[in-house]
């Protein structure tokens, strides 16, 4: 089987490319730049000729009408699109109401479960960041949302009148003592990174205090900034969500 995967995010639209269970093409652009240039800019990096399209989309039912009419002219294939489950694919949704869990956490758990077949903390660090938690029978015992690093920066730009918008810092910036800033630039961004990487030590403390051998797994586009702050082992898995849409493939076709 020959399919093309898609992450559809609120930052970037990110896509894979599988044949026979190995991807052999990944790329990514912003929706920034999908704004200003339409959908088209996608068409120049994915294939013609495959057998399924499958999507996780949290870009909004809007972008998802024009992504399907996209597809479909581009690949002559109606793309499916993931939907967040009660359970399936040996993962156990904690939610009473399983479609109200964003569709991307539902599947990097699936591809976490896949690879991992473990308790495992999964952290996705991208505008937003989600952390979700499963035990060793693949039972969602729950999760967190919290500003990302950038958005918390422009929160403080937004709501305050002496408090400037800051760049994001490089991984390792702030590391030693130089988590402690001495302008007020640097200063917000050590405190939104030191805050995002204290929420994720602080819950993979807590689900190790039950599940001792658990995995941290992260992924999304601050996932390199996060993983250098932290004090804790993880594992970074950059295409996480698009394992996951995989996992969902092959267990159709089987």
């Known amino acids: 089987m020959k399919a093309i995967l898609i992450d559809a995010g609120n930052t970037r639209f990110k896509w894979g490319v599988v044949e026979d269970g190995d991807f052999t093409d990944t790329g990514h652009v912003s929706q920034a730049s999908i704004r200003e240039h339409g959908l088209g800019v996608l068409t120049a990096h994915l294939p013609r000729h495959v057998d399924a399209v499958m999507a996780s989309n949290v870009a909004g039912a809007t972008f998802q009408t024009r992504l399907t009419g996209l597809i479909g002219a581009h690949c002559d294939v109606e793309p499916r699109f993931a939907k967040s489950e009660s359970q399936g694919f040996g993962v156990i949704n904690a939610y009473k ?15 976490a479960r896949a690879e991992f077949g473990k308790a495992c903390l999964v952290v996705d660090a991208g505008t937003a960041v989600t952390i979700d938690a499963l035990d060793d029978d693949g039972r969602h015992v729950g999760g967190q949302i919290l500003p990302g690093v950038e958005l918390m920066a422009k929160a403080l730009a937004s709501e305050t009148s002496d408090i400037p918008m800051t760049d994001p810092s490089e991984p390792g910036e702030f590391e030693g003592l130089k988590l402690f800033a001495a302008d007020t630039a640097h200063a917000v961004a050590s405190g939104s990174e030191s805050a995002v990487t ?28 996060i993983l250098g702050a932290l004090d804790e082992p993880a594992e970074h898995r950059p295409n996480l969500v698009l394992s996951g849409l995989w996992r969902m493939l092959e267990n159709e076709a089987s």
């Not at 689900?207 to 390199?224: F, P, V, Y």
């Open 198 to 225: 204290g929420a994720v030590e602080r819950a993979y403390r807590v689900l190790r205090s039950s599940a001792k051998d658990a995995e941290l797994i992260l992924t999304g586009g601050d996932a390199s900034r």
């Open 97 to 111: 109401a399983p479609r109200n869990m964003g569709v991307d956490r539902w599947v990097a758990m699936v591809g």
